[in-house]
């Protein structure tokens, strides 16, 4: 006994370690066959094949809703692709359901291109949930893996208290901060933020940096325009941009106005209503100072509701509880058009909501709401999750009223969600699209727009194709979904 326990001490601790992990969840040659079953399940069949995987060990979870033991096991894969196959297009899958199925984050997927080969390899770190059961250790679903959190930008938002905002603006003429009543704080720390924003992005547009209105900090745009400023800034360090995390569409064409941004990330109808003058700009009048630099990707209506809902059709949205985006949003504006084009008001709602699509999830989970709209990148990552933790269902636009929508709003344009776009989901789902614009203004110099341009839509997918953030933004679409009249210096672009 004691050489034995002689011998163990002798055994590094990482090797036992090793063992113990190697006894959980399954072994190599199941875990092969479970991310193979996943990705003809949850992608396409014979698209992707496991030719390599190796195991790179496991860790518990909490108990299932049954109180089964749960782990999940890590591991690196070579897969190769067997088919042609376009993740760049805007009607087919991403690399977003890709990394889904493998139990990986976008970043965790490397080889998927604009346009992808037979042969072509594809490399993951991915990992499977296991949950113990009477026939052992079998997968189960998980939630999307997490990518990690996007690096804060330079005045992405403003600091919580208006004092923050105050030391900043007094550092900058040396003056001290004077005191404030719990009263002001609110007005003072909107007006402050604007204020100290606007310095900021005058001085560094001096110093070639630009300012890039995008949307919500959890949201799509933010995400895009992190991947944009990350691959521009690698590819042309001379160039700076920085992102200013905003509501929305309606919020980035008014910042634009202003001049408290350079550039934005703006829905192509809710630009087309801008330079008309039309919809959430009627009272404010045309921006026809408005220009595009370029289409960057699609931006799918989705109108969701619980697997188990009665609701078939969006008629029959009448007299129901639906979130219809927040007021500045783009969401906002296609909820509109939606409805009128099935004959419907908010009024004949029987609760029209404003908050958005994080308080309109947690509200359709615990059925207080009946349905929600959102116009988002396909898929997204809440309803990816929303889909694994309780399913969803997008309703269809389809037939007269589809065809009333896409006459009464030129910006929308027909899209087809593939099956798969979100777990469970079998079948294709008709819907409509805007495009995701980048825009600026008529003042900004044309040279400059151009080298943007160049950057964005040539450069950038030339030398960043892989990135999930981008890989949709491409010279072969920039001017796909474009709803109004591109700056003069996009239009020197060669194409």
Request: proline share 7%.
């Amino acid at each position: 006994m004691r050489a034995l326990i002689h011998g163990l001490r002798r055994v590094p601790l990482l090797v036992l370690l090793a063992a113990v992990g190697c006894a959980r969840g399954a072994d190599e040659a199941r875990l092969k066959e479970d991310v193979q079953a996943r990705l003809d399940q949850g992608v396409k069949p014979d698209l992707l094949k496991v030719v390599a995987l190796r195991r790179e060990g496991s860790s518990p979870l909490p108990a299932g809703d049954s109180g089964a033991p749960r782990v999940v096991v890590y591991y690196n894969a070579t897969l190769e692709l067997a088919q042609d196959y376009k993740f760049g297009a805007w009607d087919q899958l991403g690399p977003s359901s890709v990394a889904f199925a493998l139990g990986a984050t976008e970043k965790g997927v490397f080889g998927l291109n604009n346009e992808n080969k037979p042969g072509d390899m594809v490399r993951a770190y991915g990992s499977v949930m296991y949950e113990q059961s009477a026939d052992g250790w079998v997968p189960v679903a998980a939630a999307p893996a997490q990518a990690a959190a996007q690096p804060a930008f330079e005045g992405t938002a403003p600091p919580p208290r208006s004092k923050q905002l105050i030391d900043r603006l007094a550092a900058m003429v040396e003056l001290p901060p004077p005191g404030v009543s719990p009263l002001q704080d609110e007005i003072i720390a909107e007006e402050l933020a604007r204020a100290s924003e606007n310095i900021e992005r005058r001085v560094q547009r001096r110093e070639h940096t630009f300012t890039i209105a995008s949307g919500p900090e959890d949201g799509e745009y933010a995400r895009v325009a992190a991947g944009v400023i990350s691959a521009v800034n690698a590819i042309a360090p001379a160039v700076k941009l920085r992102q200013r995390v905003t509501e929305g569409s309606v919020e980035n064409i008014r910042l634009l106005a202003l001049g408290e941004a350079d550039y934005a990330i703006v829905q192509g109808n809710v630009a087309a209503a801008a330079a008309a003058g039309e919809d959430s700009f009627a009272q404010t009048g045309a921006q026809s100072n408005l220009r595009a630099v370029g289409g960057l990707f699609p931006e799918a209506v989705h109108i969701v509701v619980l697997p188990e809902s009665p609701i078939r059709e969006i008629a029959q949205l009448r007299s129901r509880r639906v979130d219809i985006g927040t007021p500045s949003s783009g969401t906002r504006v296609d909820a509109l058009a939606v409805l009128a084009a099935h004959g419907l008001k908010t009024s004949d709602l029987a609760e029209a909501r404003e908050k958005g699509l994080a308080d309109a999830i947690a509200r359709l989970r615990r059925k207080q709401l009946d349905a929600l709209f959102v116009t988002i990148s396909a898929p997204t990552r809440a309803l990816q999750q929303l889909a694994v933790e309780g399913g969803v269902r997008l309703l269809p636009i389809v037939g007269d009223a589809r065809e009333r929508l896409l006459q009464a709003h030129p910006g929308l344009t027909p899209l087809v969600l593939p099956p798969n776009t979100y777990p469970g989901q079998k079948h294709a789902v008709a819907t409509v699209a805007s495009t995701a614009l980048l825009v600026t203004t008529l003042d900004a110099p044309e040279a400059e727009v151009e080298r943007v341009a160049d950057l964005i839509f040539k450069r950038m997918p030339q030398q960043h194709a892989g990135s999930a953030d981008v890989i949709k933004v491409s010279a072969d679409t920039d001017l796909r979904g474009v709803t109004i009249p591109l700056h003069p210096g996009a239009a020197r672009l060669p194409r």
